[in-house]
T-cell receptor, first 115, second 113 residues
Framework: AQTVTQSQPEMSVQEAETVTLSCTYDTSESNYYLFWYKQPPSRQMILVIRQEAYKQQNATENRFSVNFQKAAKSFSLKISDSQLGDTAMYFCAFMKIQGAQKLVFGQGTRLTINP | NAGVTQTPKFRILKIGQSMTLQCAQDMNHNYMYWYRQDPGMGLKLIYYSVGAGITDKGEVPNGYNVSRSTTEDFPLRLELAAPSQTSVYFC????????????FGQGTRLTVV
């Protein structure tokens, strides 16, 4: 079974700073997807970024980028030039490529951006 | 285009009562999922469906039942509600294995007292 661990329950940074959220996972699969989801106070689950394990290049979406270390089973999220609207819970998630698209989530990191 | 719609948004149940959480999607997605999110935790999969008439258990299926009679609808039934089922429930859908993004509903906050 796959497990996802987020070791930082809470983080807080000042607006415009850069922040990195950590995620590690355990799997015996060789091909899979990794995701970061954002959950603001509205409860909506919003996909921030995804990474295919077979791609060596780290994914980037505007101010969001990942550092994917497959051998170390590490998948961190970097938010550059943080904004007040980035305040939310962030969940790391894993999904096998084969079969139904069942997401396995970490416990989440509560990120607060202070003005 | 409404996406994934869950009803109700909030509900309080008494121990032993039953209820059905409704989920509907209008994107013609094959795959649908039910997750629960306990306070301070990530989401855990309850049940999922890969198409009409096909359902399967996820990580935490005990105390729940599902059905998938149409592509659009995937209701979650709670029988004999217990305080341990107090949680936020999310329904999600995705097109197929080639389309890896899942779309989530707004969630249903359920409290069992």
């Amino acid at each position: 079974a796959q497990t996802v661990t987020q070791s930082q329950p809470e983080m807080s940074v000042q607006e415009a700073e850069t922040v990195t959220l950590s995620c590690t996972y355990d799997t015996s699969e060789s091909n899979y997807y990794l995701f970061w989801y954002k959950q603001p106070p509205s409860r909506q689950m919003i996909l921030v970024i995804r990474q295919e394990a077979y791609k060596q290049q780290n994914a980037t979406e505007n101010r969001f980028s990942v550092n994917f270390q497959k051998a170390a089973k590490s998948f961190s999220l970097k938010i550059s030039d943080s904004q007040l609207g980035d305040t939310a819970m962030y969940f790391c998630a894993f999904m096998k490529i084969q079969g139904a698209q069942k997401l396995v989530f970490g416990q989440g990191t509560r990120l607060t951006i202070n003005p | 285009n409404a996406g994934v719609t869950q009803t109700p948004k909030f509900r309080i149940l008494k121990i032993g009562q039953s209820m059905t959480l409704q989920c509907a999607q209008d994107m013609n997605h094959n795959y649908m999922y039910w997750y629960r999110q306990d306070p301070g935790m990530g989401l855990k999969l309850i049940y999922y469906s890969v198409g009409a008439g096909i359902t399967d258990k996820g990580e935490v299926p005990n105390g729940y039942n599902v059905s998938r009679s149409t592509t659009e609808d995937f209701p979650l039934r709670l029988e004999l509600a217990a305080p341990s089922q107090t949680s936020v429930y999310f329904c999600a859908s995705s097109l197929n294995t080639a389309a890896i993004e899942a779309f989530f509903g707004q969630g249903t906050r359920l409290t069992v007292v």
